[in-house]
């Protein structure tokens, strides 16, 4: 019995192993220890390019150091004594490696537990990374980390540096500490001196997210992209400076250059000195006789001037108020021209003049792609000229061309800078008749259909003369060599001819600037003319009538022998015939002008100059005016 029984237990034993080996060969057919699984593309970029800045996982080269050091589980739990470790050193791992690790899970640890210090260790691990002694040793630039190892240097400077509220970037000398020591940061005062201005208040240009602009441009290159506002600095005046906004925001770069970085990772202690780069200076630096190029947010610090700009608001009121003051300062707006940048000898001036009830800031678009534009960057620089856009045309005419000369003789006394002759002067709309004012011959036609009283005949004050003067007769301007016109009413508006038109004018007042002059013409030519009382003196509304005496005067006049002009006209619906072609203010027939080099038709409203296809034509036509001798 008891062998019988033996046996049948050894059957049934014999049944469940085989039973339970058959489950598991079944499993190891679905799964085993060692696999692969199918990726999507995107799953496969994914993984292979995640790191810190794109999420809170670590790249790929990092994870593999902790892997190997078998200190994956305890980063964890306890980052800070891991990255101790590494920076002890680990026997087996090349140092550029280890070097790169630090860097990468250094962020990673200060964005997890907010402790700058972590913040101000990555950008030195990576900065010793990217520039070892042993120059052999340098990074691949085909390798991932390479890119990656630069961000974490440009990130971990503008983050190491926020200030205790966070938010602004605050750039003083001082000791900081690391996690592996201190680093002594020296700045030299003079690194926040912009011409007659301090640079003050830094922000992250990485963190500020661009609205409104079509592109947002970053200069991939090494340094924490920064825009900083402006404060003027008492008793300076830098002639160069002297016609910029104090509103404007500067695109400024931070490089903390460290003195012997491998020696100071050993030895705790990291000396450094701080670097402030504007786009003023050539847009690289040399570093351990490498040329590197610097980065800039350029599109961030136009968008940041713009934030909450009055001068959007100010549009309607240039156009109903004669006497609206543009802007507060207005040392800064004499002669109603500004730059955007401090004058450098060898650019080009490329003067935008906006339309009615408009305002410099509507040229944001274009300013935006051609102050990126490495083909153009450092040819041109741009000025802007602003208007109370109800004056009469030729009364803001005389501003214009008056402006330009003297902003000329202010930047240039002693006619040394060849450029300054080669200007390129872009109008849209009002603008695009201002424009051609600085290129035409006039003569006696504007004062002939004011009075049949001969202009030396007046007895008036000299200043009375001078403004009449220089608003009645116009001579091409000897600098001006381009002009382009951007949706204008050569032959004047029909929208301004109609009723529209007509009520704008009778609510445009006009500047007293303006008015007493006339007042004192109107004693002298009392019934020489037409105008009967200064109620009737006509505003730009009324100029840009189609059956007005100025657009018939001015339509007739031709741009002057070797002044170069071009032409961009919108047309809502080019499908149309062509005799119906408009823009919805201008019509085509009114737009076009013969004798221009080029005329491009652009496929949009009236408000063509923020336009891609008009972009463009200027873009194209400013490459074409570097060509001309």
Same mark, same amino acid.
């Not at 190491?160 to 938010?167: E, L, V």
């Given at each position: ?18 039973? /339970? ?12 220890p ?17 790191? *810190? ?22 980063f ?6 891991? =990255? ?17 690790a ?27 990374y ?14 991932? %980390? ?14 190491? /540096? ?10 003083? &000398? ?18 926040? #001196? ?11 240009? !990485? ?10 441009? @970053? ?21 160069? /400076?002297? @016609? ?30 701080m ?59 004499? &002669? ?7 004058? %450098? ?25 051609l #102050? ?6 450092? @040819? ?17 005419g ?6 330009? %000369? ?17 200007m390129? *002067? ?18 006696? $036609?504007?004062?002939?259909n ?6 030396? #005949? ?6 009375? $003369? ?16 381009r ?18 038109? $007509? ?26 003319t037409?105008?009967? !009382?200064?109620?009737? =003196? ?23 022998p ?15 015939p062509?005799?119906?072609?408009? &823009? ?29 296809q008009?972009?463009?034509?200027? %873009?194209?036509?400013? =490459? ?6």
């Amino acid at each position: 019995m008891m062998k019988a029984s033996t046996f049948v237990l050894s059957r049934v034993q014999t049944g469940v192993l085989a039973a /339970f080996m058959t489950v598991l060969l079944l499993l190891s057919g679905c799964t085993t220890p060692v696999g692969v699984r199918y990726l999507s593309q995107q799953e496969a970029y994914q993984k292979l390019t995640a790191n *810190v800045l794109s999420s809170d996982t670590l790249s790929a080269p990092t994870m593999q150091i902790l892997n190997r050091s078998g200190l994956a589980a305890e980063f964890n739990g306890e980052p800070g004594r891991v =990255i101790a470790t590494i920076h002890n050193g680990l026997p087996t791992v090349k140092e550029a490696d280890r070097l790169f690790a630090l860097a990468e899970l250094s962020f990673l640890h200060a964005s997890n537990s907010g402790d700058t210090a972590y913040f101000l260790s990555a950008a030195l691990y990576a900065y010793a990374y990217l520039f070892p002694k042993d120059t052999a040793a340098s990074p691949d630039p085909f390798d991932p %980390r390479f890119r990656l190892a630069v961000e974490l240097y440009n990130a971990g400077i503008a983050k190491g /540096f926020r200030g205790n509220a966070g938010g602004d970037v605050v750039l003083i &000398d001082g000791t900081y500490k690391t996690s592996f020591g201190d680093l002594a940061v020296t700045i030299d005062p003079k690194e926040f #001196q912009w011409g007659s201005f301090r640079l003050v208040k830094f922000v992250d240009a !990485t963190e500020l997210e661009v609205r409104g602009l079509r592109n947002w441009y @970053r200069w991939p290159g090494m340094g924490a992209p920064l825009v900083a506002s402006l404060e003027r600095l008492p008793g300076v005046e830098d002639p160069a /400076f002297a @016609r910029i906004p104090p509103g404007i925001k500067v695109a400024v770069t931070a490089f903390l250059k460290p003195d012997h970085v491998e020696e100071g990772l050993k030895t705790g202690h990291i000396a450094a000195k701080m670097e402030l780069k504007t786009t003023q200076a050539e847009p690289s630096m040399t570093v351990d006789n490498r040329k590197v190029p610097i980065e800039f947010g350029l599109s961030s610090a136009l968008a940041y001037t713009l934030e909450g700009s009055q001068a959007y608001k100010m549009e309607l009121k240039g156009l109903l108020s004669g006497n609206f003051r543009l802007f507060q300062e207005t040392s800064r707006f004499k &002669d109603n021209v500004f730059l955007m940048a401090p004058y %450098r000898a060898g650019l080009i001036p490329l003067v935008l003049i906006h339309g009615t009830a408009s305002s410099p800031a509507r040229w944001a678009q274009l300013i935006n792609e051609l #102050q990126n534009d490495r083909e153009l960057w450092g @040819r041109y620089q741009a000025w802007l000229f602003t208007y109370n856009t109800g004056n009469p045309i030729l009364y803001s005419g005389g501003i214009l061309t008056e402006g330009l %000369r003297n902003t000329i003789k202010e930047l240039d006394p002693e006619g040394k800078d060849p450029a300054l002759q080669k200007m390129v *002067v872009i109008g849209h709309s009002q603008g695009g008749l201002l424009t051609k004012l600085t290129a035409i011959e006039s003569g006696t $036609r504007f004062w002939e259909n004011a009075t049949s009283t001969p202009f030396d #005949q007046v007895d008036i004050s000299p200043e009375t $003369r001078d403004l009449l003067r220089r608003s009645m007769f116009y001579k091409p301007l000897p600098f001006v060599k381009r002009v382009v016109f951007v949706a204008t009413p050569q032959r004047g508006s029909y929208v301004s001819g109609g009723w529209i038109g $007509r009520l704008t004018g009778k609510l445009i007042s006009l500047p007293g600037t303006l008015l007493s002059p006339l007042t004192e013409v109107l004693k002298q030519i009392s019934g020489q003319t037409s105008l009967a !009382t200064l109620k009737n =003196i006509p505003k730009s509304t009324d100029n840009m009538a189609p059956e007005s005496p100025f657009i018939k005067a001015i339509s007739s006049m031709s741009v002057a022998p070797g002044v170069i002009a071009h032409s961009i006209i919108p047309v809502k619906n080019p499908d149309d015939p062509k005799e119906e072609w408009t &823009d919805g203010v201008v019509k085509y027939k009114s737009a076009h002008i013969d004798g221009v080099a080029s005329e491009l038709i652009v496929h949009s409203g009236h408000s063509t100059q923020d336009e891609p296809q008009t972009i463009e034509e200027i %873009r194209r036509i400013l =490459i074409e005016n570097l060509k001309e001798p």
